[in-house]
T-cell receptor
Framework: DAKTTQPPSMDCAEGRAANLPCNHS???????VYWYRQIHSQGPQYIIHGLKNNETNEMASLIITEDRKSSTLILPHATLRDTAVYYC??????????FGKGTMLLVSP | GAGVSQSPSNKVTEKGKDVELRCDPISGHTALYWYRQSLGQGLEFLIYFQGNSAPDKSGLPSDRFSAERTGGSVSTLTIQRTQQEDSAVYLC?????????????FGEGSRLTVL
């Protein structure tokens, strides 16, 4: 009953932009898109979230398509420390977050 | 530190023994969650506490699992008669408000190994 679909793994060269896709074709009007990441042996870390509009913070940018059926997390200048599993989650703001298997991003020198 | 603190960081136990895992959330955070993560898997929601409300226990896998939160702060997850399939990293998170509307802050987790 996964609400999101993400590629299991991606590679990115250090210094380049990492673009992580997420499909959520059954998203409801009251559901947000959240991104978390989990670096090896650590607890997950919040990155960013949005509803309709694109969002940007010091860590990343979130681009949500107009129909809201997909989104892309952009790390503008990936570093080796960005190697992690990235989770895309859709959920109403009042609900417990359900984590899937995410995308393993490997940033290489 | 000001983050979520969990203890023990590692616990090895024998099948059939009871274990207790502790979570100390960020001061002032009213919401507290327990998740577990088996090797190579995503996070599995276990239980959620919000203030003085009844906890959401919908994710607990069996009646061997229980949790309490005393004084709206520290929480203890108890697993009775542990089984090998209980081996996992148990993660605690807290937030100012319920759900994703509030950013979840996770602890480093407690790694449980049941022999």
């Amino acid at each position: 009953d996964a609400k999101t679909t993400q590629p299991p793994s991606m590679d990115c060269a250090e210094g380049r932009a990492a673009n992580l896709p997420c499909n959520h074709s059954t998203i409801s009007g009251n559901e947000y898109v959240y991104w978390y990441r989990q670096i090896h042996s650590q607890g997950p870390q919040y990155i960013i979230h949005g509803l309709k509009n694109n969002e940007t913070n010091e860590m990343a940018s979130l681009i949500i398509t107009e129909d809201r059926k997909s989104s892309t997390l952009i790390l503008p200048h990936a570093t080796l420390r960005d190697t992690a599993v990235y989770y895309c989650i859709v959920s109403p703001g009042y609900s417990t977050l359900t984590f899937g298997k995410g995308t393993m991003l490997l940033v290489s020198p | 530190g000001a983050g979520v603190s969990q203890s023990p960081s590692n616990k090895v136990t024998e099948k059939g023994k009871d274990v207790e895992l502790r979570c100390d959330p960020i001061s002032g955070h009213t919401a507290l969650y327990w998740y577990r993560q088996s090797l190579g898997q995503g996070l599995e929601f276990l239980i959620y506490f919000q203030g003085n409300s009844a906890p959401d226990k919908s994710g607990l896998p069996s009646d061997r699992f229980s949790a309490e939160r005393t004084g709206g702060s520290v929480s203890t997850l108890t697993i009775q008669r542990t089984q090998q399939e209980d081996s996992a990293v148990y993660l605690c998170a807290s937030s100012l408000v319920r759900g994703g509307a509030g950013e979840l802050f996770f602890g480093e987790g407690s790694r449980l190994t049941v022999l």
